[in-house]
């Protein structure tokens, strides 16, 4: 052993193990004198390496900090798949720890691998871990012509994503299975999505997708609920992926409402009164890390919510049941709130308003006289802008067609001084 001081470093390792490492990260591990990692990592290493090896508990998270000051005087190595940075166990560390508590020793992840493999110029790929994500988050990369890399979970991923992309209408989507990439045993198996043999996969393996919509049946495409449906990036999907009871907000309504609320990367929206929680999974939509609470007070509709936050991408939204006002109290602070239903009860734009920061923004929006009325009053207590959207929609009238008007909506929107 060196006489190095104690100590944290990360060390990135491929499937090929000892002789894939740099210099660098073999004295890092050499000098250890505790080295944590999984028990595929930790056989990786040779016998020469005299550290004590520590496999990772499960759960890991929990026991993280224990492990950690149960060994604060000595030097510490932490085995991490590749690039301990990118969605790894550095990354985790760093939040724990703090960035100068912890040297970080990179390896080629198996992203960059993949792409090395395939000829694949990264900026131009579209990268999704599921590793602990549900195969549901896949949905709003699903576009024609896209090409996608996906970090699996294990040996049924590939399968899970496959009847994924078949589900949307992207059966004839090549699937590329690369595993073990780096190692002695690498090997990758290619074919359409709807027929490719994904029975006996390496659990170590990276899936890359190039989405081909196939074309649906007639009746398919006309139905209702369709899934193998446009799913555009910007809000105002169509109303027909949405499941409903007609508790939904209409998609050019939809539209304006999102460009109001203006969602921007890492903040929190409540969806008071959410219905079909269309307004809190367009929000999530629109960037990966926008997060939302959906409170709805029908058990009914909480559920329906569930299937539609599934279906389009945003498995992670939270839905929570209940009443406002007495249904927001110990949830997270927001930075935005939308109310969409309950306006007209006592407390629910206090209770808004209260939980909002300084410089945080709540939209309302009504349809009913009365609705409309408590937004007149709070725009000439507090001003903001009141605005009052009108649509109409072309139908058939008899063997014409004629404009078919919807409820015209009122939005009230204002910045909390």
């Known amino acids: 052993m060196t006489d190095e001081p104690a100590g944290l470093t990360v060390v990135g390792i491929g499937a090929d193990g000892w002789p894939g490492l740099s210099g660098t990260a073999t004295a890092a591990l050499t000098a250890a004198q505790v080295i944590f990692g999984s028990t595929r990592q930790l056989a990786l290493l040779p016998s020469k390496v005299e550290g004590d090896r520590v496999p990772w508990p499960s759960p890991l998270l929990p026991a993280l ?18 690039d301990p940075m990118f969605h790894g166990i550095g990354a985790t560390l760093v939040r724990l720890l ?17 792409a090395a493999r395939l000829g694949w110029p990264l900026p131009e790929v579209d990268v999704l871990s599921l590793v602990t994500a549900p195969v549901e988050e896949l949905h709003p990369l699903i576009h024609p012509r896209r090409r996608i890399l996906i970090l699996s979970a294990g040996a049924n991923t590939p399968a899970a994503v496959a009847a994924l992309l078949t589900s949307r209408g992207y059966g004839d989507s090549s699937i590329t299975v690369l595993s073990q990439l780096g190692a002695p045993a690498e090997s990758q198996i290619s074919g359409p999505a709807s027929s490719l043999d994904l029975t006996d996969i390496d659990p170590l393996n990276v899936i890359a997708v190039v989405c ?13 609920n369709d899934p193998t449906g446009p799913r555009p990036l910007v809000p105002g999907l169509p109303d027909a992926v949405y499941e409903s009871d007609g508790q939904l907000t209409k998609r050019e309504v939809r539209a304006v409402t999102l460009a109001v609320l203006g969602p921007q990367p890492g903040e929190l929206l409540w969806d008071v009164g959410a219905g079909s929680g269309s307004i809190a999974i367009e929000w999530m939509r629109t960037h990966r890390d926008c997060r939302a609470v959906a409170v709805e007070s ?23 049941e209940g009443r406002a006002p007495g249904a927001l109290a110990g949830l997270p602070a927001p930075d935005v709130v939308f109310i969409g239903g309950g306006v007209t009860r006592d407390g629910v734009v206090e209770a808004a308003l209260d939980a909002l920061p300084s410089g945080g923004r709540l939209v309302a929006n009504a349809v009913t006289l009365e609705s409309e009325a408590v937004l007149a009053a709070w725009y000439a207590k507090l001003g903001g802008e009141l605005t ?8 058939p009238v008899g063997g014409f067609t004629g404009w078919r008007a919807m409820m015209p909506v009122t939005i009230w929107s204002v910045t909390k001084p």
């Open 65 to 82: 900090p224990g492990l950690l000051e149960a060994h604060q005087d000595r030097r510490i190595a932490v085995l991490a798949s590749g």
């Open 98 to 114: 703090g960035a100068d508590a912890v040297r970080v020793i990179p390896h080629p992840s198996s992203v960059s691998l993949a």
């Open 212 to 224: 081909n919509a196939g074309t649906a049946p007639p009746e398919r495409t006309a139905a209702k």
């Open 298 to 320: 029908s058990a009914e509709r909480v559920g329906r919510i569930v299937r539609n936050a599934a279906a389009l991408g945003v498995p992670r939204l939270r839905v929570v």
């Open 388 to 395: 009052r959207l009108a649509v109409q929609r072309a139908a």
